[in-house]
């Protein structure tokens, strides 16, 4: 079976410090995916890599970097980290498109931003 | 710009019903539609995937039909259970770009 694993599921962080959000996937994916998810608004996504060192913004990308040095391991950054970016932040893995390719999920991880 | 919609957003009925879940997606252009479960604080668990050229998957009590054309997805759970308590998701992969557009979600309880 696919393996997400995130390396917090909850973490606490005050305004202003730099946090790292780290992802770990085990089944050789080329595509990897950071979102965050909130009440009422469902998940959107922040950035995704189809590669390594290879990074795409997705629908929310302000305040937040990524970085892809290996293949199994996706990095999601807030540079100075605020308020508005407690959620929950959940990774995910896929290969490369077709009909039958799933997306896989980590358990998530809580942020909150005091 | 692809649109997922779930209706409806919450849902309550007594244990041992049948029921349907809906999903619409606005943009026909996708390789699969994706169900899946979370659980509260939970990541998300897959359900069931069909494939563009596909109409139905079923896993035991589950079954998901896809009618791409109209853009629609159904998702039946038979003989509900306590268990089956849990918000489901629908998500689609689109071949324009390969993102995953989600729905908001359907919050199901299921009475004991």
């Known amino acids: 079976d696919v393996k997400v694993t995130q390396s917090s599921r909850y973490l606490v962080k005050r305004t202003g410090e730099k946090v790292f959000l780290e992802c770990v996937q085990d089944?050789?994916?080329?595509?990897m995916f950071w979102y965050r998810q909130d009440p009422g608004l469902g998940l959107r996504l922040i950035y995704f890599?189809?590669?390594?060192?290879?990074?795409e913004k997705g629908d929310i990308p302000e305040g937040y970097s990524v970085s892809r040095e290996k293949k199994e391991r996706f990095s999601l950054i807030l540079e100075s980290a605020s308020t508005n970016q407690t959620s929950m932040y959940l990774c995910?893995?896929?290969?490369?498109?077709?009909?039958?390719?799933?997306?896989?999920f980590g358990d998530g991880t809580r942020l909150s931003i005091l | 710009k692809q649109e997922v919609t779930q209706i409806p957003a919450a849902l309550s009925v007594p244990e041992g019903e049948n029921l349907v879940l809906n999903c619409s997606f606005t943009?026909?252009?996708?390789?699969?539609l994706q169900w899946f479960r979370q659980d509260p604080g939970k990541g998300l668990t897959s359900l069931l995937l069909?494939?563009?050229?596909?109409r139905e998957q079923t896993s035991g009590r589950l079954n998901a039909s896809l009618d791409k054309s109209s853009g629609r997805s159904t998702l039946y759970i038979a003989a509900s259970q306590p268990g089956d308590s849990a918000t489901y998701l629908c998500?689609?992969?689109?071949?324009?770009?390969?993102?995953?557009?989600f729905g908001k979600g359907t919050r199901l309880h299921i009475l004991p």
């Open positions: 995910a893995s896929s290969t490369y498109g077709g009909d039958n390719q799933p997306q896989h």
């Open positions: 089944m050789d994916h080329e595509n």
């Open positions: 890599s189809y590669d390594v060192k290879m990074k």
């Open positions: 943009d026909s252009a996708i390789y699969n």
């Open positions: 069909i494939q563009s050229s596909q």
């Open positions: 998500a689609v992969r689109e071949r324009r770009d390969d993102k995953i557009i």
